[in-house]
């Protein structure tokens, strides 16, 4: 089992930066694939990107596609996800996932671990 802990979300202009990591404990980091998802004020669980365990593939949403980068550093347990252009629809809950499938999935159903999220917010 592994353990999820994000961090580095807050208040940002339309139009800046963010940079939210996604820290595992317990079992090893490598084998899992990850991903962020988010969840705005009365919306459903979104997928926003997703990194295989090794980094060498991803994927994205068409909303951030060319505007956030995932990555990962496994020898620091350790997710990332660098948010450029923000917008004020990007407002919402960041939460990181894994799971030992090494299929780049995009439904949250398909994730075993989650971690507690963290709130980033874009005025206008």
């Known amino acids: 089992q592994v353990q999820l802990v994000e961090s580095g979300g807050g208040l940002v202009q339309a139009g800046g930066s963010l940079r939210l990591s996604c820290a595992a404990s317990?079992?090893?980091?490598?084998?899992?694939?990850m991903a962020w998802f988010r969840q705005g004020p009365g919306k459903e669980r979104q997928f926003v990107a997703v990194?295989?365990?090794?980094?060498?593939?991803?994927s994205y949403a068409d909303s951030v596609k060319g505007r956030f980068t995932i990555s990962r550093d496994n020898a620091k347990n350790t997710m990332y996800l660098q948010m450029n252009s923000l917008k004020p629809e990007d407002t919402a809950v960041y939460y990181c996932a894994a799971d030992t499938s090494p299929v780049l999935r995009r439904l949250s159903s398909q994730y075993s671990y989650w971690g507690q999220g963290t709130q980033v917010t874009v005025s206008s």
């Open positions: 317990g079992r090893s980091f490598s084998p899992y694939t």
């Open positions: 990194i295989s365990w090794s980094g060498g593939s991803t």
